[in-house]
């Protein structure tokens, strides 16, 4: 018989990185009791995003952050949305670039992410935020 299981996860960002947010969202699919089936994650924000990436070495988000730094300059002239500082529209650049949402399969009870992988929450905002993302997990 499909079930779901929908729940809530928030947190307090400290500014622009990547958080890893692996073991909460592994804890969440566990409680929810489906042994196979599609966890979805959306993120509520327009200026944070969602990424699966590799949690081995901390060069790797280093790179990916240095990266869209170059892409996406703060306080650019370009940009004329400035409402809340020179990397207010910055970060949302980087959200449309990015994703909001991830489905990760739900194999055994468990996310079936690969060995060196990890889900992240992204801040693109340079001081830190409240964030909050709905899981939603649907299966047997």
């Not at 692996?22 to 089936?37: D, F, K, Y």
């Not at 327009?46 to 590799?54: F, G, K, V």
């Amino acid at each position: 018989m499909l079930r779901q299981h929908q729940s809530r996860i928030t947190l307090r960002t400290t500014g622009r990185g990547l958080v890893d947010i692996t073991r909460e969202v592994a804890a969440h699919v566990q409680a929810s009791g489906i042994s196979q089936g599609l966890m979805t994650l959306f993120v509520r924000h327009t200026s944070a995003s969602l990424l699966i990436q590799e949690n081995a070495d901390p060069d790797v988000r280093d790179d990916l952050e240095r990266f869209f730094s170059r892409l996406v300059k703060d306080g650019d002239a370009l940009f004329q949305h400035r409402s809340e500082g020179p990397d207010d529209m910055p970060a949302h650049v980087r959200g449309a670039l990015t994703a909001t949402q991830l489905a990760v399969p739900v194999e055994g009870g468990r996310l079936a992410l690969g060995t060196w992988q990890g889900i992240y929450l992204w801040e693109h905002r340079l001081r830190g935020h409240h964030r909050e993302m709905v899981l939603h997990v649907i299966g047997e």
